[in-house]
Each structure stands twice: as structure tokens, then as C-alpha cells.
């Protein structure tokens, strides 16, 4: 372990962001110093992280999300260029696979006409899987290389973006907004509102029973909301929460590496055990996501007054 950590510091120090963000005129930082003026600078301590607020960014996060996300998009545009009518090899026959596979999926479960589900479902399993794949990189590689670079051995950087909550709440919301938009778009905003707020229970239209109206209209509303709000809560941490636990015990194998021979022999043979079983857990992780996003799509297109 660099720098001589104890075995807690070290689990943290890899479990902390590239945090960049706002530290107020008379902080005292991490090593002592007192700020003269506010400053926007990266956090050299977990405390000074949270300490930067909701306005801090984990650049980690960002750069290794974009920088996959451009990598497949130019893998994609570079098979779709080099494509040609003959028998497909090479990488026009691996993307070829990819989109079968995921157009097939989507055709599965979602069967009304809109054509951006396809590619969205897509996206989602090609950006997920290359953000979950990150984990079968060795633990103290990158963040050692950004060490030696940003000359600080304490330097925070971590590579897995599906890590990291904000990372996954982000896809989450992104889905999330497609289904208000998709529901609000096929079946209008009343028809929203409706579904909303006459669905579980059909609210009374005669007689007296029209005086509980109102408490029918605010239960189903209230059992609707939560429902809606639930969705993409659990999409993003589920995600999170598989990939978290993954690298957990990726760190915490590489903790035995130093714990002697013998100890450090047996974390090979976890190590690349786990690395194989791993390799299962963030491929289904990308399908789950993938599946699910398109299921909210075919829920948000989903009239229940046509049946």
C-alpha cells in the first residue's frame, strides 16, 4: 500500500472522488493551511469534499464517462463506415452481434412504434457495460499513473464511473425524463394527469359517492407518485450498488497482496476468480439497465383508457 496506509486509509483513499469544487474564505484545510480568500480547487481529504457542497464535481466521474462514451460512439461510426454488403468479419461482425442482439431484446418487450427506443437501448448497454468493465482493471494501476502525474501520492482518482452514485442516479434521471416525456406525448398531459390520479382506484362519479372523490383522487395520486419516483431511485442505485460492492472486494483482495506470501498467493487465485465471475455480474448489470429503461418506455406509451 503506497505511502505506508493502514489498511482503513487505503480502502478510503480509493473509495474517494476527484472532487473539484468551492472552499469558502477562512477554511482551514486539510494540511493546515487557512484560505485568505474562496477558492475553487480539488479536495485533498474526504471532509474537504463534503465540505465543497452540492456545487462540486467529481471530475473522475465525468472524464471517464465521456471519454467511454466517445470511444463507443467511435468504434460504432468506425464499423458503420468500414461496413460492407459482403459476409461481416472482424469489428463490422462483433457490432453487427451487438445490435441484433439489443434490437431483438427491445423488439421483446416494447410494441409500439417509436424509433428511438432501439438506439437508446443501444446506448445504454454499450455505456453501461464499458463503464462497468473499468472494474476488472486492476485497483492500484490508474490511480497510482495519476498519482505519479499530479505529483501528490494522495491524489484521488477513481475509474469506475457506475462507482459512483451520481454516475447512475444521472442515467436514471435521464430515463426518468424520457418517460414523462414519452407519457405526457401519447397520451397527453389529462391523460397523464389521469393515469396518475384515477388509477389504482376508480374514483366514484355517482351519487353521493361522489363526495369521496377527492380522497380516492389523493390515495391513488399518492400510491402513483411514489411508484413513478421509485423507478428511477431503484434503477440507478441497484446499478450502483452491484458495481460498489465489486469493487469493494477488489480492494479489499489487493489489501491481502500485502499480507505476505502465502496470504498474497491465495489473493491471486480471488483475484482472478472474482475477475471471471465479475465479468458476468457487469454484463447482466448492463442488460438489467437496458431491459428495464426499455420497460418504463413501453409503460410510458401505454394507454390504459384504449383497453
Known amino acids: 500500500m503506497a505511502g505506508g496506509q493502514t489498511s482503513i486509509e487505503y480502502i478510503q483513499h480509493h473509495l474517494q472522488n476527484w472532487t473539484y469544487g468551492k472552499l469558502p474564505e477562512g477554511y482551514e484545510r486539510y494540511d493546515g493551511t487557512v484560505l485568505q480568500e474562496t477558492v475553487w480547487t480539488s479536495a485533498h481529504s474526504s471532509q474537504e469534499a463534503k ?3 452540492f456545487t462540486a464535481v467529481h471530475v473522475d466521474t465525468l472524464g471517464w464517462s465521456i471519454f467511454l462514451g ?3 460512439l467511435f468504434v460504432f461510426h468506425l464499423a458503420a463506415k468500414r461496413a460492407t454488403v459482403g459476409v461481416p468479419k472482424g469489428l463490422q461482425s462483433f457490432v453487427e ?4 442482439f439489443v434490437d431483438t431484446t427491445v423488439k421483446d418487450m416494447f410494441h409500439y412504434k417509436n424509433r428511438m427506443v432501439a438506439p437508446m437501448g443501444l ?3 454499450c455505456w453501461v457495460f464499458l463503464m462497468n468493465l473499468m472494474d476488472l482493471l486492476p485497483v492500484d494501476w490508474l490511480p497510482l499513473l495519476a498519482a505519479k502525474i499530479a ?3 494522495h491524489f484521488y482518482f477513481k475509474v469506475v464511473p457506475t462507482t459512483d452514485p451520481n454516475a447512475t442516479l444521472g442515467l436514471a434521471i435521464g430515463v426518468f425524463i424520457l418517460l414523462i416525456f414519452f407519457s405526457i406525448k401519447s397520451k397527453g398531459l389529462l391523460g397523464f394527469a389521469k393515469e396518475l390520479t384515477f388509477h389504482p382506484f376508480e374514483p366514484p362519479t355517482k351519487g353521493w359517492g361522489i363526495l369521496l372523490a377527492p380522497l380516492f383522487i389523493i390515495i391513488n395520486f399518492t400510491l402513483e407518485f411514489v411508484s413513478l419516483i421509485a423507478k428511477p431511485v431503484s434503477l440507478g ?3 450502483f450498488g452491484n458495481l460498489y460492492a465489486g469493487e469493494m472486494i477488489f480492494i479489499l483482495i489487493a489489501i491481502m497482496f500485502g499480507a505476505g506470501f502465502l496470504l498474497g498467493l491465495f489473493a491471486g487465485v480471488l483475484q482472478w476468480a472474482w475477475a471471471v465471475f465479475h465479468i458476468l455480474v457487469i454484463t447482466l448489470q448492463a ?3 437496458m431491459v428495464l429503461a426499455t420497460v418504463y418506455m413501453a409503460m410510458a406509451h401505454d394507454n390504459h ?3
Not at 452481434?97 to 441484433?100: A, K, T
Open 51 to 53: 465540505d465543497m457542497g
Open 70 to 72: 466517445a470511444l463507443f
Open 97 to 100: 452481434l451487438i445490435v441484433s
Open 123 to 125: 446506448t445504454i448497454f
Open 151 to 153: 505529483g501528490d501520492p
Open 237 to 239: 442505485l441497484r446499478l
Open 287 to 289: 442488460f438489467v439497465f
Open 305 to 307: 383508457d384504449e383497453h
